[in-house]
């Protein structure tokens, strides 16, 4: 079975500066996992996928992440916020090719001025 | 490219009454189906998915019920809505290939029930 962890609820950086958005992963096999983002009332967006390729992966608007299996962990990053990323984020994970993605609790974004 | 549709957007419904939300995809084949609800402040809940015509599967009891008569249409039904139905309802596809799983998303239905 799978089930992911957001441990932040919500994170409020200022504009410019770095985002660090915190996902751990469990999985008793190779997962697949990704970032979705959802703006206020609309649907969700996917940012970008990790498939078992390249640990590092790049996504859309200048997000990144980093699949590290030691730490179960799949962080998603972005070097310097933009008022436009004030939006929630979902870490998601699924078995590979699996029928069902579990969704984690999400992580709201502010962005200060 | 591929586009998803969910009607309407918004949805006013007074308690007992029923519902009728339409989804449908284009630009895709024999596409992997979903509804999800998602309340306020909350993550998101898979109600139903679909992996062909006349084909669902359910996740959760409730008095929600799914039905998918074409190939690319999916409908999330209820004969008599109660207040804890209230809620933004999204529909996704995937595209049923093997290894293949991210989901695409709709729009969304806010529903209130009133």
């Known amino acids: 079975a799978q089930s992911v962890t957001q441990l932040d609820s919500h994170v409020s950086v200022s504009e410019g500066t770095p985002v660090l958005l915190r996902c751990n992963y469990s999985?008793?096999?190779?997962?697949?996992l990704f970032w979705y983002v959802q703006h206020p009332n609309k649907g969700l967006q996917l940012l970008l996928k990790?498939?078992?390729?390249?640990?590092l992966v790049k996504g859309i608007n200048g997000f990144e992440a980093e699949f590290k299996k030691s730490e179960t962990s799949f962080h998603l990053t972005k070097p310097s916020a933009h008022m436009s990323d004030a939006a929630e984020y979902f870490c998601?994970?699924?078995?590979?090719?699996?029928?069902?993605?579990?969704f984690g609790q999400g992580t709201r974004l502010t962005i200060n001025p | 490219s591929q586009t998803i549709h969910q009607w309407p957007a918004t949805l006013v419904q007074p308690v007992g009454s029923p519902l009728s939300l339409e989804c449908t995809v284009e630009?895709?084949?024999?596409?992997?189906l979903y509804w999800y609800r998602q309340a306020a402040g909350r993550g998101l809940q898979l109600l139903f998915y679909s992996v062909g015509i006349g084909q669902i599967s359910s996740e959760v009891p409730q008095n929600l019920s799914a039905s998918r008569p074409q190939d690319r249409q999916f409908i999330l039904s209820s004969k008599k809505l109660l207040l804890s139905d209230s809620g933004f309802y999204l529909c996704?596809?995937?595209?049923?290939?093997?290894?293949?799983?991210?989901?695409?998303f709709g729009p969304g239905t806010r529903l209130t029930v009133l």
């Open positions: 998601v994970v699924s078995g590979w090719g699996a029928q069902k993605l579990v």
């Open positions: 996704a596809w995937s595209p049923g290939l093997a290894g293949v799983n991210e989901q695409f």
């Open positions: 990790y498939t078992s390729a390249a640990t």
């Open positions: 999985s008793s096999y190779s997962p697949s």
């Open positions: 630009g895709t084949s024999n596409p992997n």
